[in-house]
């Protein structure tokens, strides 16, 4: 397992070929109470930084892009049934896709933890 994160504050957990994507606790923190959330539906694709999900809170909403190319496997319907799990659990249970990755490479372009928490300073 190998876990990374992107500029726009999403985290990437890396098993086998398949990548498990969410905001991070930072993000969650910076949205507040999140009140809404829309997922992309499995079978579709997506190249690296599209337009994957919107998360909505009482104070913003938010596009969620995709940190790697490939194919969504599975969404979290858990989170766009109560949507203020994101806020509960960012990096665990309120994960948004999974990601059948189709270019490995792309994971390079993507920050470590500690590079990540120098990011957010």
């Known amino acids: 397992m190998t876990l990374?994160?992107?500029?726009?504050?999403?985290?990437?957990?890396?098993?086998?070929?398949v990548a498990t994507v969410g905001i991070t606790a930072h993000a969650a923190e910076q949205l507040g109470d999140v009140v809404f959330v829309e997922l992309p539906d499995t079978g579709k694709s997506f190249a690296q930084n599209d337009d994957m999900a919107v998360v909505e809170s009482v104070k913003a909403a938010s596009d969620v892009y995709a940190p790697i190319s490939g194919e969504i496997v599975a969404a979290n319907a858990d989170i766009v049934d109560e949507p203020a799990k994101v806020n509960e659990?960012?990096?665990?249970?309120?994960?948004?896709?999974?990601?059948?990755?189709?270019?490995?490479?792309?994971l390079d372009a993507l920050m470590d933890e500690a590079a990540y928490k120098e990011f957010i300073g």
Do not use: M, Q
């Open 89 to 106: 659990d960012p990096a665990g249970t309120a994960w948004f896709v999974k990601i059948r990755l189709s270019n490995r490479s792309e």
């Open 4 to 17: 990374k994160y992107t500029e726009d504050h999403e985290w990437v957990l890396i098993e086998g070929d």
